[in-house]
């Protein structure tokens, strides 16, 4: 079974302070793959990033960066500077990487979130 | 606009009555996914189309859940004799064949379904 757990329910900062989103999975597939989404006030879940299991470099996009460590499990979000637009519902998510049509596969086992308010 | 449409966006039902709610994916996305999110929860899975095959379906997906998606387009997803428990939002999500976009999910805006 696939699990992912957020153990940060809720991070409030100022602006302009760096904050970190913790996500750590569970998984027996040799091939997965791991997300972070965002969802905004409005609902609609938004793509931040997607890594393979088989691709540990660490990614940065702008004022985003991700950690990908396969040794402990771990996929953490990096913010650096956060806005108050940054404000939102985050989730990790982990999919399996079969053969397409497999039963594990692009299935999304997402963690329970976690509520970053950036107030100004 | 070329993403993820659902239908209805709300839909508010008494116990008991049956609801059905559509979802259009990104044209020529093979694959259609159906989640559920409570408040304060992440989406659970429950049921995965590729093309016109249901090919899995979650244990929360009841006997009284019932998803289709005729001609590989769109897909609808019935919930017979809701009750209160039933009340969450429901979002669909598809993904493309291959491409640059393998694997990614792009979710419609979901439908917020109020079991009264």
């Known amino acids: 079974a696939q699990k992912v757990t957020q153990a940060q329910t809720e991070i409030s900062v100022v602006e302009k302070e760096d904050v970190t989103l913790d996500c750590v999975y569970e998984?027996?597939?040799?091939?997965?793959?791991l997300f972070w989404y965002k969802q905004p006030p409005s609902g609609e879940l938004v793509f931040l990033i997607r890594?393979?299991?088989?691709?540990?470099q660490n990614e940065i996009s702008g004022r985003y960066s991700w950690n990908f460590q396969k040794s402990t499990s771990s996929f953490n979000f990096t913010i650096t500077a956060s806005q108050v637009v940054d404000s939102a519902v985050y989730f990790c998510?982990?999919?399996?990487?079969?053969?397409?049509?497999?039963?594990?596969?692009?299935?999304?086992?997402f963690g329970q979130g976690t509520i970053l308010t950036v107030h100004p | 606009d070329t993403g993820v449409s659902q239908d209805p966006r709300h839909k508010i039902t008494k116990r008991g009555q049956n609801v059905t709610f559509r979802c259009d994916p990104i044209?020529?996305?093979?694959?259609l996914y159906w989640y559920r999110q409570t408040l304060g929860q992440g989406p659970e899975f429950l049921t995965y189309?590729?093309?016109?095959?249901?090919?899995?379906k979650s244990r929360l997906l009841s006997d009284r859940f019932s998803a289709e998606r005729p001609k590989g387009s769109f897909s609808t997803l019935e919930i017979q004799r809701t009750e209160q428990g039933d009340s969450a939002m429901y979002l669909c999500?598809?993904?493309?064949?291959?491409?640059?976009?393998?694997?990614?999910?792009?979710f419609g805006p979901g439908t917020r379904l109020t079991v009264l």
């Open positions: 999500a598809s993904s493309p064949r291959g491409g640059r976009s393998y694997n990614e999910q792009f």
């Open positions: 998984t027996r597939d040799t091939t997965y793959y």
């Open positions: 890594r393979n299991s088989f691709d540990e």
């Open positions: 998510a982990l999919s399996g990487g079969g053969n397409a049509g497999g039963t594990s596969y692009g299935k999304l086992t």
């Open positions: 044209s020529e996305h093979n694959r």
């Open positions: 189309f590729q093309n016109e095959a249901q090919l899995e």
